[in-house]
């Protein structure tokens, strides 16, 4: 009997996350409550994405913020690339999801009114 179905969580880990990044698409965003390393409860983000939940930390729910607005229910649809990154934590070197956004504006080309035609009279050189 293989039990790798039992050795997994319901929400992506670093382990699972391609380094060098993947691209997918948010298709919800829900909230779950999770024991607190302090003693307790904490409510955590979770973002549902067609690769699987991603739990996100403080950093991770910044990026999403600002670049696809406060509004959750906004970024459903959105593109978001997946990737892993060493970063520190509880004063060691660790694995951990980092996600990195489209930019959600637009620059907009600013346009220049229409000169004044020009009337066809004689100018002198």
């Known amino acids: 009997m293989d039990v790798s179905k039992f050795l997994q969580g319901d929400h992506l880990t670093a382990a699972d996350v391609d380094p060098m990044g993947s691209l997918c698409k948010v298709e919800g965003v829900t909230t779950a409550t999770f024991d607190s390393t302090e003693g307790g409860k904490v409510e955590k983000v979770v973002l549902v994405t067609n690769r699987g939940k991603v739990v996100l930390n403080k ?19 959105q593109p978001v690339k997946l990737f892993r990154e060493k970063v520190n934590f509880a004063g060691r070197m660790v694995d951990a999801i980092r996600i990195k956004c489209a930019t959600a504006k637009v620059a907009t080309k600013q346009v220049r009114p229409a000169p004044d035609p020009v009337e066809d009279i004689d100018i002198p050189f």
């Open 59 to 77: 950093t991770n729910l910044t990026v999403i913020a600002d670049a696809y607005g406060r509004n959750a229910q906004d970024w459903v649809g």
